[in-house]
């Protein structure tokens, strides 16, 4: 009754479910990128492919906004919110896109985590 009683915190809890990874929390490798390494790439002309395990979704909230994947939270700006709906209706992001979308430091920040959580395949 307590998330009943709590609409956003009833949302973060459904969001964190449906975005749960439902294939165990195996990684494919253990690099970890940073955001200067994504910029860089960007520029080299890679393409990024969704993970066939990832999900995605967000909440707006009145002041930020809530990704969620794999049963995580990510906050992140209102500013990023076209990015983010961008992530979460393709399955890959080309490198033209790519190139104008990690010009912004918060798209950057929040692409590099998805990165990073293999959420999106360098390709």
Same mark, same amino acid.
């Given at each position: ?51 066939? #395990?990832? *999900? %995605? &979704? ?6 930020? @906004?809530? $990704? ?6 990510? #906050?992140? *700006? %209102? &500013? ?6 961008? @992530?979460? $209706? ?20 929040? $692409? ?12």
């Amino acid at each position: 009754h307590q998330l009943l009683d709590q609409p956003s915190k009833m949302e973060s809890w459904f969001a964190e479910l449906v975005t749960q990874n439902k294939y165990g929390d195996e990684r494919t490798d253990d690099v970890v990128y940073t955001k200067e390494q994504i910029a860089l790439l960007a520029i080299q002309g890679i393409h990024l492919q969704r993970s066939p #395990k990832a *999900r %995605l &979704a967000f909440i707006r909230r009145q002041t930020y @906004l809530d $990704l969620f994947t794999n049963g995580k939270q990510i #906050k992140s *700006r %209102l &500013a990023t919110q076209n990015f983010i709906e961008h @992530l979460c $209706l393709e399955q890959t992001l080309n490198n033209h896109d790519l190139k104008e979308f990690t010009k912004n430091k918060e798209n950057l920040i929040v $692409l590099t985590e998805l990165i990073n959580l293999q959420c999106f395949n360098i390709i």
